[in-house]
């Protein structure tokens, strides 16, 4: 559709336990999730969905319930919420460079919790997450400097930005826009440039809405950026690119997978929020500290009595709040389960 990204392509859709976690590690199974099996030329990974809605492949009769709609609807969690966190490859040990998806909750080792911005939400079912970009900068280049409406979207790995914003990447890293497979392409003296810069993008987010002044910069370091075009995407090598796409019209402005590197999101659909932190990679040594999103007006929240006081504070006991998953991820926000 011309509100998407140009992603499409038949599948064949089917019922199947799903469990999370590895077998035999005492995760969640549920029975009848759908499954869809992608024949198509540009989704080439997996991509699990977290919206709770349900949906209908038959009939309008018949919907069936989403993964995060049957965790919370067997109450093995204890809202309709979940965390999240893409994993960034460029750190290293002893800094943990593993992702982070919680439903139920969220690891409070994982964002830093002195800045943030909340998000209200959009009517749009296929971009439910927009916000603004008021800025952005890489030093003293001023690469966007008039304000644009943006989606977030994990199923593409890609920025999408518009034209003349694209250009001024390329004025500012010496890009070049390769036109047969469209990516912007680095040689071996371009990337080698870009490693001895190391230069770092700085978005500046608001809620898009004019009557608000809440800010939140997001800063990316060129490791973000440094990724591999594995075959098919760029012919039969592999290719080093800058994860830069050129976007067609505004219904394609999308951040995607590369910015969740240093975003660390909380969706709260029970009480309707959508909250955006810088991500934080804690010494590999930390353990996660699970806090419960508490359903509003609950009196128990994963079997504990809680007060209408402390909801959403950490459980006592070892009592782990949610579902925790490590991942290097990818995770479809909206999308329907997905593989290859």
């Known amino acids: 559709p011309a509100h998407s990204l140009p992603y499409s392509g038949n599948a064949d859709f089917g019922l199947d336990d ?18 869809a099996g992608y024949v198509a030329e540009h989704i080439y990974i997996g991509a699990l969905g977290l919206s709770p809605a349900a949906f209908n492949i038959t009939n309008l009769n018949n919907p069936l319930q989403s993964v995060l709609g049957s965790l919370n609807e067997q109450n093995i969690i204890p809202s309709s919420s979940w965390a999240y966190l893409a994993g960034a490859s460029y750190y290293s040990y002893p800094r943990s460079a593993f992702g982070s998806l919680t439903f139920g909750g969220y690891d409070s080792t994982r964002f830093d ?74 040689d071996d003296d371009q990337h080698a440039t870009l490693l001895k810069r190391n230069p770092s993008v700085t978005f500046t987010l608001s809620t898009g809405n004019d009557n608000s002044t809440d800010r939140l910069n997001i800063t990316l370091p060129y490791g973000a950026f440094d990724l591999l075009a594995s075959p098919p995407l760029a012919g039969n090598d592999t290719s080093r690119y800058f994860p830069l796409q050129r976007a067609a019209n505004e219904s394609q402005y999308t951040l ?27 010494d ?20 504990i009595p809680i007060s209408q006081g402390n909801q959403g504070r ?27």
Do not use: K
């Open 18 to 35: 799903l469990t999370l976690r590895w077998q035999g590690h005492g995760g969640p199974s549920l029975p009848h999730q759908v499954i």
């Open 113 to 186: 919790n002195r800045t943030n911005l909340t998000l209200s939400g959009g009517s749009d079912q296929y971009r439910p997450f927009l916000l603004g970009i008021e800025s952005i900068t890489s030093g003293s280049d001023v690469l966007l400097s008039e304000p644009i409406i943006t989606a977030l979207d994990t199923v593409t790995s890609q920025i999408w930005l518009p034209i003349s914003v694209c250009r001024s990447f390329e004025s500012a890293f010496g890009l070049v826009w390769n036109e047969t497979y469209s990516l912007y392409i680095l």
């Open 256 to 282: 995607g997978r590369t910015f969740f590197q240093e975003v660390y999101m909380i969706a709260d659909y029970d009480h309707g929020q959508v909250m955006l932190f810088p991500g934080v990679y804690p």
């Open 284 to 303: 590999s040594s930390v353990q996660a500290d699970i806090v419960s999103i508490c359903r509003p007006n609950a009196t128990v929240c994963n079997g």
């Open 314 to 340: 950490s459980l006592g006991g070892g009592v782990i709040a949610g579902i925790v998953i490590g991942i290097v991820a990818i995770i479809g926000l909206v999308g329907l389960g997905i593989i290859l």
